[in-house]
């Protein structure tokens, strides 16, 4: 069973940057695809980007310009790095696994979710 | 299209059955799946490709798929199904994922 766990600081200053990461348990990130979501309130669930198991990485276009999802391998670790955040960044993040065959995709492991506010 | 939508909130009498609806263009290239989030947790995936469920899911849900629209349905709908639902699919124009707004299901 795969397990995912988030860790990093809850609070973040505005314009500064946002660092999680993601300790996986029960499979290894140097197969399959491992991604972050956030959830906000208002605006529901939104994909920010993954990694792949060949170290690609793909990301939203509208956060592009401000993440990098990296992994360490020795610790079975991925993580997430947003700069310049705004209050609009405040959200849960989920770290979570995406299956990728052929056409067919899905998250089915999730974190149990971080909550991570920017103010000051 | 980047959109997928679905209704803000559908009820249920217990027991009877309901249909939740997502649309999209993007839903015409790739199936969608469908996760459940209760509060406070995080979303479970219920359904992937045309019609599959993963282990522990109950077979009262069951997806389909025509056209631009995805249905989730619950067949003898139980007050554990309460939760909110979110589909999501690939993107068809660029390689990312969206997801709905989600639907409250509410179990009367």
């Known amino acids: 069973q795969v397990q995912l766990q988030e860790s990093g600081p809850g609070l973040v200053k505005p314009s500064e940057t946002l660092s999680l990461s993601c300790t996986v348990s029960g499979g290894s990130i140097t197969s399959d695809y491992w991604s972050w979501i956030r959830q906000t309130p208002g605006s529901g669930l939104e994909w920010i980007g993954y990694?792949?198991?060949?170290?690609?990485?793909n990301y939203h276009p509208s956060l592009k310009s401000r993440v990098t999802i990296s992994a360490d391998t020795s610790k079975n670790q991925f993580s997430l790095n947003l700069n310049s955040v705004t209050a609009a960044d405040t959200a849960v993040y989920y770290c979570?696994?995406?299956?990728?065959?052929?056409?067919?995709?899905?998250?089915?492991?999730w974190g149990q979710g971080t909550l991570v506010t920017v103010s000051s | 299209s980047s959109d997928l939508t679905q209704d803000p909130a559908v009820s249920v009498a217990l027991g009877q059955t309901v249909r939740i609806t997502c649309q999209g263009d993007s839903l015409r290239s790739y199936y969608a799946t469908w996760y459940q989030q209760k509060p406070g947790r995080a979303p479970l995936l219920v359904i992937y490709d045309k019609n599959n469920r993963p282990s522990g899911i109950p077979d009262r849900f069951s997806g389909s798929n025509s056209g631009n629209t995805a249905s989730l349905t619950i067949t003898g709908a139980q007050a554990e199904d309460e939760a909110d639902y979110y589909c999501s699919c690939r993107d068809n124009n660029a390689n990312h994922w969206l997801f709905g707004g989600g639907t409250k299901l509410t179990v009367l």
């Open positions: 990694l792949s198991y060949t170290g690609r990485t």
């Open positions: 979570v696994r995406l299956t990728i065959v052929g056409a067919i995709s899905a998250f089915d492991y």
